[in-house]
T-cell receptor, first 110, second 114 residues
Framework: GENVEQHPSTLSVQEGDSAVIKCTYSDSASNYFPWYKQELGKRPQLIIDIRSNVGEKKDQRIAVTLNKTAKHFSLHITETQPEDSAVYFCAARLGQNFVFGPGTRLSVLP | KAGVTQTPRYLIKTRGQQVTLSCSPISGHRSVSWYQQTPGQGLQFLFEYFSETQRNKGNFPGRFSGRQFSNSRSEMNVSTLELGDSALYLC?????????????FGSGTRLTVV
């Protein structure tokens, strides 16, 4: 089955700096990779996703890159703001199953 | 349109009791998945329902069960509750099983077992 690792588990950055979270997956057949943001006490919300036929996708300050050969994908947040503070989960879809990474707690320090 | 609705939001039960949680998906969504979220374990997949049939099941004991109705609403049942079942239970809906576009999560039911 699929296994998803996520690093780092916690990340602190200064406001305005960039943050990068990396995930690796085990099954090369995985073809869809969403990222979710979960603020304290709230539901996880989809913030960006990428499919296996694309190497990079951007949406304003966030971007996701995918390296299929190395089986890893990364979330990049630029010009971080305090409201970016949350837990971020990556996921990989293999067939009809989603497997989530363990999450990264991002703290943006003012 | 309305999002994914989970009821109740909070629940306190004692060990040995059973509990039923409800999830109403976004209108038109036919797939419902359930997850257990705990601080140390992240999001653990419980099961997925599509067209009233369980399509996938995670690695949880048989005390955890579910069902889906013809209107796509889903219920999850946990019998013989244990202290370790205390968690946030999230459901997520999507248009179809394995549909790209990810899930839309509900706000969850926070279950506390005492």
């Amino acid at each position: 089955g699929e296994n998803v690792e996520q690093h780092p588990s916690t990340l602190s950055v200064q406001e305005g700096d960039s943050a990068v979270i990396k995930c690796t997956y085990s099954d090369s057949a995985s073809n869809y990779f969403p990222w979710y943001k979960q603020e304290l006490g709230k539901r996880p919300q989809l913030i960006i996703d990428i499919r296996s036929n694309v190497g990079e996708k951007k949406d304003q300050r966030i971007a996701v890159t995918l390296n299929k050969t190395a089986k890893h994908f990364s979330l990049h947040i630029t010009e971080t703001q305090p409201e970016d503070s949350a837990v971020y989960f990556c996921a990989a879809r293999l067939g009809q199953n989603f497997v989530f990474g363990p999450g990264t707690r991002l703290s943006v320090l003012p | 349109k309305a999002g994914v609705t989970q009821t109740p939001r909070y629940l306190i039960k004692t060990r040995g009791q059973q509990v039923t949680l409800s999830c109403s998906p976004i209108s038109g969504h036919r797939s419902v998945s359930w997850y257990q979220q705990t601080p140390g374990q992240g999001l653990q997949f419980l099961f997925e329902y599509f067209s009233e049939t369980q399509r996938n099941k995670g690695n949880f004991p048989g005390r955890f069960s579910g069902r889906q109705f013809s209107n796509s609403r889903s219920e999850m049942n946990v019998s013989t509750l244990e202290l370790g079942d205390s968690a946030l239970y999230l459901c997520a809906s999507s248009l179809a099983q394995g549909h790209d576009g990810g899930y839309t999560f509900g706000s969850g039911t926070r279950l506390t077992v005492v």
